[in-house]
């Protein structure tokens, strides 16, 4: 299962600074812990999150095993056209995630 | 300096030996977990968008809706979309069939078991957790009224005792924290009242959604005595007893605590 959760104010003003947050399921094993019978639990985490407004690249993070499980992140953004928000998340094992959401510039 | 020293740890000794006045908390004094936090926890609870718990509580939603089980039935094919509201305030409830009180994860592996026909969610697993949370999230702000049952009345009793039974290496009750230091800190930490307002809840130090039976058994660990398993009469008996102290706070489910 995994799940995701999106906040972006689903109207702006042109030029408004909005606020855009962002919560992932995820379970971010370090790679530094054991089993109880010794064995070194490998690492799962998520390396790279990226967002797109209207195809252009605002936002970018990578992951590190320090970053506490389910990540949340949250980073602000000039509303300058409607159009869509494009999230990623990118991690080991193969992990990877979308979301999208869209906003309404008045 | 070091009679100073002794006098101290005499006084110490004496405060620990004093025998439990079992002073219940008083209405107007009691305080959720919610309260002891730092402002910038709390905010991660009141924003459900910033709440961790609820990816559960989505989770919970999607296996609500899917069917399992050789009746190959879902929860809402019998339950109304509405229908859950209210009803993790009342819980432990009495089950007429076992004639004893069951908590609310017990109650969604019964209605598995015996409606669905499907193999119970282990305790503290995923699907478990999330159903729970997704049902109880539906009383969120509604007043706990669990005991409100008289059937329930001899296992709020019991509940009790094991609350101010001293027990484990540490010889320490539940009460002689939760009643009696409440308005200290243990290690840096906040010593809470204990109320159980927003199981199942997420722990930062958990780094996951946890039931009220996953605290209650850290609690046992901490003061070295030999966990419940979980399910076990015991710790319901104890669940039922806190939901009966907390009466009439309202559920914060999923609460987010550190």
């Given at each position: ?21 962002t ?25 790279s999150?990226?967002?797109r ?17 389910n ?18 998340w ?10 999208t ?6 | ?12 000794l ?5 025998p439990?006045?079992?002073a ?10 919610f ?6 926890t ?16 989505l ?45 609310l ?23 478990l ?18 005991d ?19 027990q ?9 924290c939760?009643d ?31 039931s009220?039976?996953?605290?209650l058994?850290a ?5 070295r ?19 009966s ?10 609460a987010?605590?550190?």
């Open positions: 299962m995994g799940s995701v959760l999106i906040n972006v104010p689903k109207r702006a003003k042109r030029g408004d600074v909005i606020e855009i947050k919560l992932m399921s995820h379970i971010m094993e370090t790679g530094f812990r054991h089993t109880a019978t010794g064995e070194l639990i490998p690492r799962d985490i998520i390396t999150f990226s967002c407004y209207n195809g252009e690249e605002i936002f970018r993070a990578d992951l590190f095993p320090a970053i506490s499980a990540p949340f992140i949250s980073f602000f953004t000039t509303a300058t056209e409607t159009g869509t928000l494009e999230f990623s990118i991690g080991d094992r193969g992990f990877s995630e979308t979301a959401a869209s906003i309404t510039i008045e | 300096m070091k009679a100073g020293r002794t006098i101290a740890g005499v006084l110490l004496l405060a620990i030996c004093v439990l006045l079992a219940e908390i008083p209405a107007d004094q009691r305080r959720s977990g309260s002891f936090m730092g402002p910038d709390q905010a991660i609870q009141n924003d459900d968008t910033a709440n961790p718990g609820m990816l559960w509580v989770d919970g939603e999607a296996l609500w809706k899917r069917k399992a089980g050789a009746a190959g039935k879902s929860c809402a094919d019998c339950h109304d979309d509405d229908s859950m509201r209210g009803v993790a305030a009342r819980y432990p409830a009495f089950d007429e069939a076992l004639a004893r009180p069951v908590n994860e017990q109650r969604i592996n019964l209605c598995r078991a015996n409606r669905q026909q499907a193999p119970p969610f282990a305790f503290e697993s995923r699907e957790l999330a159903l729970t949370a997704f049902v109880a999230k539906q009383s969120h702000g509604m007043p706990i009224e669990a409100a049952d008289p059937q329930l009345a001899p296992f709020v009793a019991k509940g009790r005792e094991l609350f101010l039974q001293r484990g290496q540490l010889n320490l009750a539940c009460a002689n939760h009696d230091n409440w308005d200290k800190r243990l290690a840096g930490s906040a010593i809470t009242q204990g109320h159980p307002t927003g199981y199942p809840m997420y722990r930062l130090e958990w780094q996951s959604l946890g009220l039976q996953r605290r058994r609690c046992i660990f901490g003061i005595a030999q966990p419940y398993d979980y399910g076990a009469q015991e710790l319901v008996e104890l669940e039922l007893y806190l939901k102290r907390a009466r009439g706070m309202p559920v914060e489910t999923p987010v605590r550190p």
